[in-house]
């Protein structure tokens, strides 16, 4: 009698396995299945080709009827096995069909994890996991005008989503993090991903926390936490597998996350082997069919008396498999001290690309778009050889270029003929520029894109512009302008008109489609990116918090021991006995150390433990108090003076127009940070004449100033113009900061954006053009109702960002 | 269940997603005072939350690739290594993290 081999699961591990036992020792062992699926083994990972209808099952089918018969092999189908006796030496299914083992096999795959908020038991809630899941969802597509949520944007969930797209039906894809497939791809590939997408019409949405299934017996739709409605007739959750190990724990095997084996893939019964997704090695569970199949390998051999093997781990590679769509991944790719990595993007054809190097030796790659070299870079992070410094030039473009002798861009540009075209987006020549360059006596970048439009519009090909000015041109190429930071070739103005003129509304957006060098930017230019978006796409783009300096982040400015000052507005510097009542009181109570007047006409709180810090918000809030925004880039203070209220030589109501400045205009984001002042008359005691913005009152209106410095830098403020009323101070003033809010670089005040564009300019944009001037204000009317809710109030009774001000705490252990 | 017992020695902190990604949390741990880091890969990292400098609080600084900018002076610090970069010396200790399910295992370190 031959030993008899049970195995529990019938999918692509154990197939393998015994293909490599058959091969090795055909004869060797009488060989029973159980499968819980009522069919033959299968190509899981074709799934979604089903699903979207380009294959059918008979096209995944591994192995069919005849090779269960040819070997022998004794399958019981829709048989799920439920006890596993070890004394006895049996197994037993559900249906009570018990067969005696004289060695076992576990490969019961994972199982989905089904998230378990309300509705999740509601009929049309399904799980991608196996062919029943398919037909499932291929019902529900065929009913007319039907919807899809799909719950996860990981590799599974995509997959799904693109099948039941092409199935007809509406999609929305829900994904928790900010973006698709964190796990596999960085933000820059994954931007991309959610592009390509969107533009088939998958609805897909980020950051979204699933808060509830609706629908009566059935599923009807599914609501957000931030209270979104989505409708529909079917939810797939697809947020993860977890290893199927239950059997293997009621029959008191050794597990942790999964089925821990040794590196022969025995359990911890010697009887007892393991293989596939239910099994851990090392700590590690895979989910990807490679290292199983290696797992599948060594066991079929060892099965086969053939020892001296061993499974060890490996990287893994992952493809998304819809259609049309390029994208692969291997290794590691995060970030880290000793790490290099190499970009290479090609915004005009969708391309990007991301090797990281560790020690000279490639560890991670991703691709996306044009992935034919994939493998290629697999093999090496697995080969692990260290790459030389002249491979390395080449190393992105992949296995053709492997070897080939770098050129230097100059050298390159050179050596291209003629017609060659520079500048694909208006169709520009080599020729054409170089000429351009001779005849007309260009001299650098600007000169070449007014006169020949090459790098005017998306701006990818500046780089090559330039390096034809340094051959054409030679030492008389004064060289590059100054760029945003290290992680780009382009100056602040490009990177703000590419913003406008490309609509691009994310950060990962810009770096992709400005060829950003680095993945993720850098603590200069991320800053400079969110301001940016912020001022172009009011009410549209969403503030990413984590590219803020921690003062803008908590709303307070850090001092020199971690604690913060917390600086309330006092519009136009007024306060009155409530306002510093409670301000009394907030100061005892959470017993705050320094109160000090500042420079700005307002009170300063000194010393306030962070953790304080929404508690003194709340009852500066509760007192009718807002943030003075002392630590914005934004609006700061508006200095007053007392006018004529009580002055006897005040001409105007200086303390009103300010309070109504300060009321317009707080809450506003700029490029640095802004102040004003409004004197009553020409002494000026609010020193409005060395103020971004200052008003001086006089009989027959108000004289405009901007354009003042009084810090690092002094300089007197120059005269925009004088107005008669009110209402127009408000308006030139609004126009004014609109302007420098649309063409401010980060970090630079009205002043030095007034040096570099001239004072004129500015004149004739706010003064001169009384549309253009009309416009700006209306642009910044619209964008303060975005920016006008007080971020103290948010926090202190919203509970936005709450982690930042409660500490994760962990007692001593007993 | 069978233990590892390497497990015991590592204490359950957090989720993952309590931690912003390309931010950071605070952590009290036995009374000490740890920034928990998290990069935009999900990477997750621990250590001292005090700058070597002037004890700037690093959890209040911008994350980018690997590191940390201290809020105070702007020191950059790789998050593996604990280690200061650039011209800047000084390093501060580093804790070894775990991810286990989602969720996020410390281990505190002298
Ligand atoms: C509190 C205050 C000093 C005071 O005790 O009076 C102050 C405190 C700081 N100032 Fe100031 N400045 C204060 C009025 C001024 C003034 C006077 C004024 O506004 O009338 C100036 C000169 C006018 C000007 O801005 O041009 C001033 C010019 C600066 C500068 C130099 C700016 C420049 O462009 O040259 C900086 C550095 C910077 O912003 O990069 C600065 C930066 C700072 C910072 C934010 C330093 C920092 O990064 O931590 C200080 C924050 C302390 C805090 O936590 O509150 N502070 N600072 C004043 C707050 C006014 C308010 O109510 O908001
Ligand atoms: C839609 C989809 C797409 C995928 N795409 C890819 C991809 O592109 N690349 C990649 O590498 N991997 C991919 N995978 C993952 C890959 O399919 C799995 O890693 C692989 O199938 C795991 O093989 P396994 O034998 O361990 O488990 P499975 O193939 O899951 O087989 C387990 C079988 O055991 C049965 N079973 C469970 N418990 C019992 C029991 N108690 N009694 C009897 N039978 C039981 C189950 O019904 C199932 O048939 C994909 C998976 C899915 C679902
Ligand atoms: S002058 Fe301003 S920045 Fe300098 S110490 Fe005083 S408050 Fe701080
Ligand atoms: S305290 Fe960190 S840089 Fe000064």
Request: include cysteine; aromatic fraction near 6%.
């Given at each position: 009698m031959k030993p008899r081999l049970v195995v529990i699961g019938n999918g692509m591990a154990p197939g393998r396995a015994l293909e490599t036992l058959f091969e090795t020792a055909p004869d060797a062992y009488e060989v029973i299945i159980f499968n819980a699926e009522p069919r033959v083994n299968y190509n899981r990972i074709m799934l979604s080709p089903v699903l979207s209808g380009e294959s059918t099952f008979d096209d995944i089918i591994i192995h069919g009827d005849d090779w269960y018969e040819q070997n022998n092999i004794t399958l019981h189908r829709g048989a799920r096995v439920t006890k596993i006796d070890r004394e006895a030496r049996t197994v037993t299914s559900a249906a009570g069909i018990t067969e005696a083992y004289d060695k076992l096999i576990i490969a019961t795959g994972s199982n989905p994890f089904i998230i378990p908020c309300p509705g999740h038991k509601l009929e049309g809630v399904l799980a991608y996991r196996d062919l029943d899941d398919v037909d499932k969802m291929i019902e529900f597509s065929n009913k007319e005008n039907s919807s899809a949520v799909v719950i996860g944007g990981g590799l599974l969930g995509l997959e799904a989503a693109a099948g039941l797209k092409m199935q007809g039906m509406d999609v929305t894809v829900l994904h928790l993090m900010p973006t698709l497939m964190e796990r596999q791809l960085d933000p820059s590939a994954g931007y991309l991903l959610e592009k390509e997408l969107s533009s088939r019409g998958i609805n897909i949405i980020t950051k979204a926390n699933t808060k509830e299934i609706v629908g009566e017996d059935r599923v009807e739709g599914v609501l957000l936490d931030d209270g979104t409605l989505l409708k529909a007739d079917m939810v797939v959750m697809a947020v993860g597998i977890r290893p199927s190990i239950e059997l293997a724990k009621d029959a008191g095997l050794d597990v942790g996350r999964g089925i821990l084996v040794s590196s022969t893939m025995q359990t911890s019964d010697p009887d007892i082997y393991s293989v596939g997704e239910c099994v851990e090695f090392e700590g590690n569970v895979y989910g990807l069919v490679a290292p199983l199949y290696e797992q599948a390998r060594i066991l079929g051999l060892e099965l086969a008396g053939e020892t001296g093997n061993s499974f060890a781990h490996s990287e893994t590679s992952t493809k998304l498999k819809v259609t049309g769509v390029d994208l692969f991944s291997a290794g590691d790719f995060a970030e880290g001290e000793n790490r290099e990595e190499i970009v290479f993007r090609d915004a005009s054809r969708g391309i990007y690309k991301r090797l990281v190097l560790e020690e000279d030796r490639l560890i991670g790659a991703v691709l996306y778009g044009e992935t034919a070299d994939g493998a290629w870079f697999f093999q090496k992070i697995k080969e692990g050889e260290v790459v030389s410094p002249k491979e390395r030039?080449?190393?992105?473009?992949g296995q053709n270029f492997a070897g080939a002798e770098p050129l230097d861009p100059t050298a390159a540009v050179a050596a291209l003929p003629d017609d060659a075209e520079i500048c694909g987006c208006n169709g520009v020549s080599k020729g054409k520029i170089v000429s351009a360059i001779e005849k007309e006596g260009l001299k650098d970048l600007a000169g070449v894109r007014s006169c020949t439009?090459?790098?005017?519009?998306?701006?990818?090909?500046t780089g090559l512009v330039e390096s034809l000015l340094a051959c054409t041109l030679g030492d008389e190429f004064g060289g590059t302008k100054e760029t945003v930071c290290g992680c780009t070739d382009l100056g602040p103005g490009d990177v703000r008109r590419l913003i406008v003129a490309k609509e691009l509304k994310s950060i990962p957006a810009v770096m992709q489609e400005l060829g950003w060098k680095t993945s993720n930017g850098c603590a200069k230019c991320r800053p400079a990116l969110n301001y940016y978006l912020v001022a172009t796409w009011p009410g549209e783009y969403v503030d990413d918090q984590q590219s803020r300096f921690i003062n803008e982040r908590v709303h307070a400015n850090i001092q020199k021991d971690g604690t913060y000052s917390v600086v309330p507005r006092a519009w136009g510097g007024l306060t009155n006995s409530k306002e510093l009542r409670a301000i009394a009181d907030v100061v005892d109570k959470f017993e705050i150390p320094t109160v000090k007047y500042t420079g700005g006409q307002r009170i300063d709180l000194l010393g306030v433990k962070k953790d304080d810090l929404p508690a003194v918000w709340k009852d500066l809030n509760d007192a009718g108090m807002v943030s003075?925004?002392?630590?914005?880039?934004g609006l700061r203070t508006v200095k007053t003076c007392v006018g004529t209220d009580w002055c006897r030589f005040g001409t105007q109501d200086s303390t009103g127009l300010g309070v109504k400045l300060e009321r317009m205009m707080w809450g506003s984001w700029s490029p640095a940070k802004v102040k004003l002042a409004v004197s009553g008359c020409p002494r000026n005691c609010a020193e409005s004449t060395c103020k971004d913005i200052g008003v001086i009152c006089v009989d027959s209106g108000y004289e405009l100033h901007f354009g003042g410095a009084a810090g690092m830098h002094i300089q007197g403020t120059q005269v925009l113009c004088k107005v008669e009323t009110e209402e127009e101070a408000l308006e030139y003033c609004g126009a004014l900061l609109q302007a420098y809010r649309e063409q401010g670089w980060y970090l630079e005040r009205i002043y030095k954006w007034a040096d570099r564009v001239g004072y004129d300019t500015v004149r004739a944009m706010i003064v001169d053009d009384a549309e253009g001037r009309k416009a700006f204000y209306e642009r910044f009317l619209y964008s303060q109702k975005f920016a006008q809710d007080d971020p103290w109030e948010e926090r202190a009774s919203k509970g936005v960002d709450a982690h930042e001000f409660s500490p994760l705490t962990l007692e001593p252990a007993e | 269940m069978t233990i590892d017992t390497a497990v015991l020695d590592w204490r359950d902190l957090c989720a993952i997603d309590d931690i912003p990604v390309q931010g950071s949390r605070r952590a009290i741990i036995n009374g000490r005072e740890i920034g928990i880091f998290r990069t935009s890969s999900s990477e997750i990292y621990a250590i001292d939350?005090?700058?070597?400098?002037?004890?700037?609080?690093?959890?209040e600084g911008i994350v980018h690739d690997c590191s940390v900018t201290c809020p105070l002076h702007n020191w950059v610090f790789d998050l593996k290594t604990g280690v200061a970069q650039g011209q800047d010396e000084g390093s501060v200790t580093t804790h070894p993290i775990q991810i286990r399910d989602d969720r996020v295992y410390i281990q505190l370190k002298g």
């Open positions: 030039e080449n190393l992105i473009f439009k090459a790098s005017a519009s998306c701006g990818t090909c003075g925004h002392a630590y914005a880039k | 939350n005090a700058c070597p400098h002037k004890q700037g609080p690093l959890t």
